[in-house]
């Protein structure tokens, strides 16, 4: 003999069903929302931001070799999960790495990102048109690409608004030896038979040496029977400092800055 359910219990079951399956989903579904939003939490993060993020942030986030974090413009999501993940696990496909510390940690890191741009308006517009200009007038298309168009010996520069600072940008034009990276050294040497050679360093050791010469053409040297060989860390980059005046290089670094994937989200 079956026996029924009364109506009343049976929709009470029914309902304790429904909200245990709601609290399981809920409990498989990652956390959207910072829950480390405190003053405490946001002082603590600022301690984990500084002593590990402001190398190349900056020391308030203000950008440098890494994007500038206080604007609250971010390009690689914006949520508070984005940045958790983007914190935790780094951005593929650039210099940013992974932060091995507790979600909590994280999340504290994540509030104190969140704070810099808490208040801050739209600066002044800037002519990026005038910048474009610019770019092509001072011959910076003979060494960097753009979108595909350009020279191959400097940088690709297609996303540099994505992965550089405004403040990075604007120190590069003005003082380009105060980051330069390897692949960027110069290489000098004279041969056996007297013939000088230069170009930009791409790899060496004991024996051989491979450049780029500044015709754009791959070598590879034997060190041994060199008459002369350096090694120079610095670039061939001019500075624009005396080159431009201020509302000129603000343009430029505008130009510059606006350089993103199609879209600008990535």
């Excluded at 190349?56 to 440098?64: A, K, M, S």
């Excluded at 290489?187 to 004991?206: H, I, P, R, Y």
Aim: charged share 20%; net charge positive; with cysteine.
């Amino acid at each position: 003999m079956v026996r029924q359910i009364p109506p009343l219990v049976f929709a009470a079951l029914a309902w304790a069903a429904l909200t245990l399956t709601a609290v399981a989903q809920a409990e498989e579904t990652p956390t959207t929302r910072n829950p480390r939003t405190s003053p405490a939490d946001v002082a603590a993060g600022a301690k984990t931001f500084r002593s590990h993020c402001a190398p190349c942030h900056g020391l308030n986030g203000e950008g440098g070799r890494g994007p500038n974090l206080a604007s609250g413009v971010f390009f690689h999501g914006s949520s508070d999960l984005d940045l958790l993940n983007n914190i935790s696990d780094g951005i593929p496909s650039t210099e940013m790495p992974g932060l091995f510390y507790s979600s909590d940690r994280v999340w504290q890191v994540v509030a104190f990102v969140r704070s810099l741009g808490a208040g801050k308006g739209a600066g002044p517009k800037v002519d990026v048109a005038s910048g474009a200009e610019l770019f092509k007038s001072k011959g910076c298309q003979q060494c960097h690409r753009v979108n595909g168009a350009g020279g191959r010996l400097g940088p690709d520069l297609s996303e540099i608004g994505r992965i550089r600072s405004v403040e990075h940008l604007r120190a590069a034009l003005v003082d380009p030896n105060a980051d330069v990276r390897q692949r960027y050294w110069v290489v000098s040497l004279k041969d056996a038979s007297g013939k000088s050679q230069e170009g930009f360093l791409m790899n060496e050791d004991s024996y051989t040496v491979q450049f780029i010469d500044l015709g754009e053409r791959l070598h590879s040297v034997s060190k041994s029977g060199l008459k002369d060989y350096k090694v120079e860390k610095t670039s061939k980059m001019p500075s624009f400092k005396e080159s431009l005046n201020t509302s000129e290089l603000d343009q430029l670094v505008a130009y510059l800055s606006s350089l993103r994937p199609k879209g600008g989200t990535q």
